[in-house]
């Protein structure tokens, strides 16, 4: 079973306006969630993370929203660049593990 | 920092033979992890490290695969009589004790078996 689902294959979005990535997870263990994000040919690179005591953290123009309630988590990027087109992989961890989701390939456009 | 290295980058094998894979995680990380990751999915983690333990390890490592980390250092990833469905692609992750969960990624190696 899928623990973190990521329900959005793809998105593609025009430059300086908002990214949103969303997240969904089903496992109340989890008390760490980190984003990855992913060239191609490359290994993930670490991006932003959230404590579960937390319900928001921001870092320049990454900001990673938590709710636990909903146990959904969502990633805005703002404004977007078109450096950043890669793949955002949700990765939440209860320990040593990261358990990742499928992925959403972000393409942003001149 | 020279960040996480992974040698070889590419590997293609034929189906029933054996195939080592080498990480070198950052030099004061004493954590060490592997993942798989396939077509369109996410990584899988695999099996953890802490210096030259063996903490955990993943249901989806068979018989076949086998990792060790002999001196805290580097690791290797052996698996033996490869399968098809072994293709793959095999990250390496390490990490500090004081900060484990944000995991830094070599550049993985892809295995290709025929």
């Known amino acids: 079973d899928q623990q973190v689902k990521q329900n959005s294959p793809s998105l593609s979005v025009q430059e300086g306006r908002i990214s949103i990535l969303n997240c969904d997870y089903t496992?109340?263990?989890?008390?760490?969630f980190l984003w990855y994000k992913k060239y191609p040919a490359e290994g993930p690179t670490f991006l932003i993370s959230?404590?579960?005591?937390?319900d928001k953290n921001e870092d320049g123009r990454f900001t990673v929203f938590l709710n636990k309630s909903a146990k959904h988590l969502s990633l805005h990027i703002v404004p977007s660049q078109p450096g950043d087109s890669a793949v955002y992989f949700c990765?939440?961890?209860?320990?040593?593990?990261?358990?990742f989701g499928k992925g959403t390939s972000l393409l942003v456009t001149p | 920092d020279t960040g996480v290295s992974q040698n070889p980058r590419h590997k293609i094998t034929k189906r029933g033979q054996n195939v080592t894979f080498r990480c070198d995680p950052i030099s004061e990380h004493n954590r060490l992890y592997w993942y798989r990751q396939t077509l369109g999915q996410g990584p899988e983690f695999l099996t953890y490290f802490q210096n030259e333990a063996q903490l955990e390890k993943s249901r989806l490592l068979s018989d076949r695969f086998s990792a060790e980390r002999p001196k805290g250092s580097f690791s290797t990833l052996e698996i033996q009589r490869t399968e098809q469905g072994d293709s793959a692609m095999y990250l390496c992750?390490?990490?500090?004790?004081?900060?484990?969960?944000?995991?830094?990624f070599g550049p993985g190696t892809r295995l290709t078996v025929t």
């Open positions: 990765a939440p961890s209860s320990g040593y593990a990261l358990n």
């Open positions: 992750a390490s990490a500090t004790g004081t900060s484990a969960y944000e995991q830094y």
């Open positions: 959230i404590s579960s005591i937390k």
């Open positions: 496992n109340s263990m989890f008390d760490y």
